[in-house]
């Protein structure tokens, strides 16, 4: 059946240049970095990244009608941008304007066996997005308005992110349901240096979906606290650390800014969805279908599913579309967060952001099939694990899944 609901994707636009290091000794690549130092490495793999391009051609993959916002330059990395987009469909330009003035953004990412990412970033055009470059007619046109990367679109996060929350009033007045997804900035920027708790209590009223990563949301805000996470880590790798004692706490923190549904995307250790009550979701707008009440109270934790790891690029936009297309199809909160996790697992077992994913029907015939989860064990948390969708469902969850007869 085809899917009538269209989504509009607008924000951060670059291209990516990933450097082809698959055959370099696991964790050895930093250790090979000398200067006069040749390093035989891969062919280079082009694509274009960042949420435009992640979220929207995923959708796009998943079946789901999608119009691209974003911003390029006059410049051979714009018409790269341009020639990849039309590739998938060239309806997909439509909506990426072209400054003569500005330079295209775009990104190096170091992607080698054994280690976390490093990305190289340019931001470029992304810098100069303005609420003027989104046609709100088309967002009216839209049941879905998905923005991301604020972070890194100076535009967005200065003045106490006035443009930034501009631009999801206006969206919001349409009817439209809204989400909004982050980025991790440089630590040095001038991003980081903004109050992110004025902003997002700002924005958060306008946004029904909000999607960051625990990463991100601890260091936008609870910096003193991330922090320490990651020195006691001793590998910046703070996801063993996640509790569902922690989620709960930074969730309610989101939920009483006026955020409605949150998705926290946690890398290896899945997905955590949690949801305000039924009165705070009258209003989600188009994208839902008159099943708001289905996702009122909803607190639960889908682990990964099974998969041999080849890249992580674009891992957490997969997650987000595979989110919001079952949202768009009016799947329930449970088996909108497996398809979360099952877009994202696809993602990984590709070195890109795209060329792992996989229709829809195609990817839900996978997780019907068994798919093998992960080990997650959140008993000792007073979880409950549900043996029909394979989620950990916390004890405050409305509906929440309840042992019977003793089994």
Same mark, same amino acid.
Request: a negative charge; hydrophobic letters at 40%.
């Given at each position: ?206 946004? !029904? #979906? ?5 990463? =991100? +949301? /601890?260091?936008? @805000?609870?910096?003193? $606290?991330?922090?320490?996470?990651? &020195?006691?880590?001793?590998?910046? !790798? #703070? ?5 569902? =004692? +922690? /989620?709960?706490? @930074?969730?309610?923190? $989101?939920?009483?800014?006026?955020? &409605? ?147």
């Amino acid at each position: 059946m085809t899917l009538t609901k269209r989504a509009i994707v607008a924000g951060h636009i670059c291209l990516d240049i990933i450097p082809g290091l698959e055959d370099l000794p696991a964790g050895q690549f930093i250790n090979l970095l000398k200067p006069g130092h040749l390093i035989n490495i891969g062919e280079a793999h082009l694509s274009t990244g960042g949420p435009v391009s992640n979220t929207g051609l995923a959708l796009h993959t998943l079946g789901v009608p999608t119009w691209l916002v974003a911003k390029v330059g006059e410049d051979f990395f714009g018409r790269a941008i341009l020639q990849i987009l039309e590739n998938y469909d060239h309806r997909l330009t439509d909506g990426i304007k072209v400054e003569s003035q500005a330079h295209t953004s775009y990104t190096v990412i170091i992607n080698s066996p054994g280690m976390d990412r490093i990305f190289l970033h340019y931001v470029g055009a992304n810098d100069a997005f303005y609420t003027s470059d989104i046609d709100y007619r088309l967002v009216a046109e839209s049941d879905l308005f998905h923005f991301g990367y604020p972070p890194v679109m100076k535009t967005m996060y200065t003045s106490g992110g006035r443009e930034l929350a501009k631009v999801f009033r206006l969206a919001k007045k349409t009817g439209v349901t809204t989400s909004l997804d982050m980025a991790f900035p440089d630590p040095a920027s001038n991003a980081a240096q903004v109050d992110w708790r004025e902003i997002l209590s700002a924005v958060l009223p306008s946004v !029904d #979906i909000f999607a960051p990563s625990i990463e =991100e +949301l /601890l260091f936008l @805000l609870h910096r003193p $606290l991330y922090a320490n996470m990651v &020195k006691s880590s001793g590998t910046n !790798d #703070i996801l063993p650390e996640i509790t569902p =004692e +922690l /989620l709960g706490e @930074l969730s309610q923190e $989101l939920l009483n800014f006026g955020a &409605k549904i949150m998705l926290l995307k946690l890398g290896y250790r899945g997905a955590y969805l949690r949801t305000s009550n039924s009165s705070a979701l009258q209003n989600l707008g188009r994208a839902f279908s008159n099943n708001q009440e289905e996702w009122a109270e909803q607190e639960l934790w889908a682990p990964c599913f099974d998969v041999q790891v080849v890249g992580t690029t674009g891992s957490g936009d997969a997650t987000i579309s595979g989110l919001l297309s079952a949202i768009l199809r009016g799947y329930s909160p449970r088996d909108a967060l497996t398809a979360a996790v099952a877009v994202g697992a696809c993602n990984v077992e590709a070195p890109d952001a795209l060329s792992g994913l996989k229709p829809w029907d195609e990817t839900m015939q996978r997780v019907a099939s068994g798919w093998m989860r992960q080990p997650l064990d959140l008993t000792r948390e007073g979880w409950m694990l549900e043996p029909e969708s394979g989620l950990w469902v916390s004890p405050i969850s409305k509906r929440s899944f309840q042992v019977s007869d003793g089994k």
